[in-house]
């Protein structure tokens, strides 16, 4: 896990502010997944991202989540106006490169969102 | 999402062997098999993963059925360090990993 580097680790936000997670992912991976785990269940996929281009975002709520992968920088997911039901554990997860799915992804330690 | 079953919990005893099942009816030829584990306040650990033949590596094996509908991680000896959420997971040429609620693993000493 220390390979992958989220922050912050806590994150505690009143409704309506806004949040911004970070993901730094491993040295040499150009691949960024986004999952969010609320308390008591399992993983839920979020978004796939490249450098610079979103490949998936299936799993991301269409109003007031967003997320990026520039070319330089962290990954970013952005959630705006959070309320109540957006607390949970975010974890970022990166792998190397598409098509090698044989190859695990390696996740960083997550960030534990609390809306007041 | 979940295309895996695997049971809600498990106990096992300290330095014994552990098999934790994992059932996927509904697997592709493309679909590899991952496990994963997520100790508590954590992120998930990649354990192992196989596509057809049972693999070994320096934390566990996995045996495959030979229809592919199942699957096996066995823990060979039990440490209270194993005591996790264990997660099947079918990972195919897309981009998903689909993790399903697990199975907690409890180890008693």
């Known amino acids: 896990n220390a390979g992958v580097m989220q922050n912050p680790r806590h994150l505690v936000r009143r409704r309506g502010q806004e949040a911004r997670l970070r993901c730094s992912p491993m040295?040499?991976?150009?691949?960024v997944y986004w999952y969010r785990q609320l308390p008591e269940e399992g993983l839920k996929f979020m978004v796939y991202?490249?450098?610079?281009?979103?490949?998936?975002e299936s799993g991301m709520p269409k109003e007031r989540f967003s997320a990026e992968f520039p070319k330089e920088g962290p990954s970013i997911l952005r959630i705006q106006q959070v309320v109540r039901g957006d607390s949970a554990a975010y974890f970022c997860?990166?792998?190397?490169?598409?098509?090698?799915?044989?190859?695990?992804?390696?996740f960083g330690n997550g960030t534990r969102l609390t809306v007041t | 999402d979940a295309k895996t079953t695997q049971p809600n919990s498990m106990e096992s005893n300290e330095e014994e062997p552990v098999h934790l099942p994992c059932n996927h009816s509904?697997?592709?030829?493309?679909?590899?098999i991952h496990w994963y584990r997520q100790l508590p306040s954590q992120g998930p650990e990649y354990v192992i993963h196989?596509?057809?033949s049972n693999v070994n590596n320096r934390m566990a094996s996995l045996a495959i059925a030979e229809d592919r509908k199942s699957s096996t991680l066995i823990l060979h000896r039990a440490t209270l360090r194993d005591a996790a959420v264990y997660y099947c997971?079918?990972?195919?040429?897309?981009?998903?990993?689909?993790f399903g609620t697990g199975t907690s693993l409890t180890v008693i000493p």
């Open positions: 040295k040499g991976h150009s691949h």
């Open positions: 997860a990166s792998s190397p490169r598409q098509g090698t799915y044989n190859s695990p992804l390696h």
């Open positions: 991202l490249q450098k610079e281009n979103i490949i998936d």
């Open positions: 196989g596509l057809t």
């Open positions: 997971i079918l990972r195919d040429t897309g981009n998903q990993f689909y």
């Open positions: 509904t697997i592709s030829g493309t679909d590899y």
